[in-house]
């Protein structure tokens, strides 16, 4: 049981470059969602998905694109970086009832944008 | 739109017992987390409170209360490794996210 997993762990692009971010959980949980925390700061939500072929803006949308592939994958991409998207980028998925709201994170990924 | 503020930073020694103060600002409230976080790691969840009160979990407690949109996480018998950052994140709102706060930095000093 791996939980949440996160590739790649580092990446360096140059401004303008592509790339996209995967994520995979392997605990059959409906949502998912997709965070970046900058140094010293919380984290920010990017998008999220409820639940398989659905997605919705979350915080700081702007510059990204995501896809629920199906249920346990959930896909970031960086269309044109920019080094304001330098930054850590967290995935989770989360179970949510009346008693719990326990999100679960994935190892990070460190972007530098240069 | 949601708001958090919790204090930037803690110091206390090993043994002791520290309080992290949480207050929010949102409409619709559905419950207040609190997650721990290491230097270079992942975020990690510690404890829930949907309802006014406290929920214990070992040596970490958490209260809520709703009519002052407050919270704290409490750490008892302190330990080294406990030296984290501790954000507080409120659910809530008509798209019911969750908006983490800034963080607080706990140093356990020996």
């Known amino acids: 049981n791996a939980g949440v997993t996160q590739t790649p762990k580092f990446q360096v692009l140059k401004t303008g470059q592509s790339m996209t971010l995967q994520c995979a959980q392997d605990?059959?949980?409906?949502?998912m969602y997709w965070y970046r925390q900058d140094p010293g700061m919380g984290l920010r939500l990017i998008y999220y998905s409820a639940s398989e072929g659905t997605t919705d803006k979350g915080e700081v949308p702007n510059g990204y694109n995501v896809s629920r592939l199906n249920k346990r994958e959930f896909s970031l991409r960086l269309e044109s970086a920019a080094p304001s998207q330098t930054s850590v980028y967290f995935c989770?998925?989360?179970?949510?009832?009346?008693?719990?709201?326990?999100?679960?994170f994935g190892p990070g990924t460190r972007l530098t944008v240069l | 739109g949601q708001s958090l503020e919790q204090p930037s930073e803690v110091t206390a020694v090993e043994g002791a017992i520290v309080q992290i103060n949480c207050t929010y600002q949102?409409?619709?409230?559905?419950?207040l987390s609190w997650y721990q976080q290491h230097d270079g790691g992942a975020p990690t969840f510690l404890s829930y409170?949907?309802?006014?009160g406290l929920e214990e979990t070992g040596r970490f407690s958490s209260f809520l209360s709703r009519s002052d949109s407050y919270g704290y996480l409490l750490l008892q018998e302190l330990q080294m490794k406990d030296s984290a950052s501790y954000f507080c994140a409120v659910r809530g709102g008509s798209a019911r996210q969750l908006t983490f706060g800034s963080g607080t930095q706990l140093t356990v000093l020996p």
């Open positions: 605990m059959n949980h409906n949502s």
């Open positions: 989770a998925s989360s179970e949510t009832s009346g008693r719990t709201d326990t999100q679960y």
């Open positions: 949102t409409s619709g409230f559905y419950g």
């Open positions: 409170n949907a309802l006014d």
